[in-house]
């Protein structure tokens, strides 16, 4: 997030540009950041038209997805992005193996910007939340569970596709728009026994997008591909905030801002939050369009 403060003519004014908010009571990290006293918000709107699923269910999902394909034979292939999401996803496996709800198989984080970033969240321990601390203490560290490969090279990533026995691949990137998650999905995607599991927002226009939509066929490296594998979505592990939590990081502060400008989501999603925070807050709300320009005071 990050905040503007503007003095003149002995007079000052706050402006925040929220970015990506985040969610309450999410693993590994500390709740967002709130504002008591602001003047301008610039708010992101991904999720304002939409409630997310249950955190609580997360567990069981990626269990259920997890379950049904080993026994089915297949690879669970997670495409996801490399900041927060892939930790979160080992995170709950890490959960799901130590409570032996699933079998131990090997999951490879195969993404060299995603083994990066888990390395960086491994050397900054003062922003995790109280679980994650004791998971820390106790050596139950969800960044280095038994079976948990991380993969570096090329050669690395395509010894995987050689792997006999189901096995999870997190790979990016999270929209399949290009990276390591296009090479495992062209091993995958046409196997009845395996599953694509989509943990985050699909863009229209991406080939994540395509997938999640139900089609039949899809084009990947210049190829074509019949679409066979089961298409599994979790909608809990978002790390954008969903209209109720959009309106509680709002709420905290102590009066309305002179204007809330609604950015960073679809036409539907802005207009329905915007409609929301009119009707639940009565603040000064607007829908700016691209390329407007606007005078504050």
């Given amino acids: 997030m990050i905040r503007v403060t503007v003095k003149q003519k002995g007079e000052q004014r706050c402006i925040v540009f929220s970015g990506d908010v985040g969610r309450r009571d999410r693993p590994i990290l500390q709740d967002p950041s709130v504002f008591r006293q602001l003047d301008y918000i610039l708010v992101e709107s991904t999720y304002g038209d939409r409630l997310h699923q249950d955190p609580k269910g997360v567990a069981d999902s990626l269990a259920e997805c997890v ?157 074509f591909y019949p679409v066979r594998a089961g298409i599994h979505q979790i909608h809990g592990l978002s790390a954008h905030a969903d209209r109720s939590e959009l309106h509680q990081w709002l709420s905290a502060l102590k009066k309305p801002p002179r204007r809330l400008f609604v950015v960073h989501g679809e036409p539907k999603a802005a207009q329905s939050f915007a409609d929301f925070i009119k009707t639940e807050m009565g603040w000064n709300v607007a829908i700016p369009a691209y390329g407007e320009q606007v005078v504050l005071d």
């Avoid at 994650?132 to 395509?158: A, C, I, N, Y």
Wanted: aromatic share 8%.
């Fill in 67 to 223: 379950n049904y394909t080993w026994k089915a034979g297949g690879n669970i292939v997670v495409p996801s992005f490399a900041v927060e999401r892939a930790q979160e996803i080992l995170y709950y496996m890490n959960q799901l193996l130590m409570a032996n709800r699933i079998p131990h198989l090997l999951v490879f984080l195969d993404s060299p910007m995603a083994v990066s970033v888990t390395e960086v969240f491994k050397s900054h321990a003062e922003l995790f939340d109280t679980e994650m601390t004791r998971l820390m203490k106790e050596r139950k560290s969800p960044f280095d569970f038994p079976g948990l490969k991380m993969v570096h090279t090329v050669d690395e990533s395509k010894a995987i596709n050689h792997i006999k026995g189901t096995v999870m691949i997190v790979a990016g990137a999270g929209m399949c728009t290009g990276g390591r998650i296009k090479h495992h999905l062209v091993t995958n995607i046409s196997r009845r026994e395996s599953a694509i599991l989509f943990t985050g927002y699909q863009a229209i226009g991406t080939l994540g997008r395509e997938i999640v939509d139900g089609a039949k066929r899809v084009r990947i490296l210049g190829e």
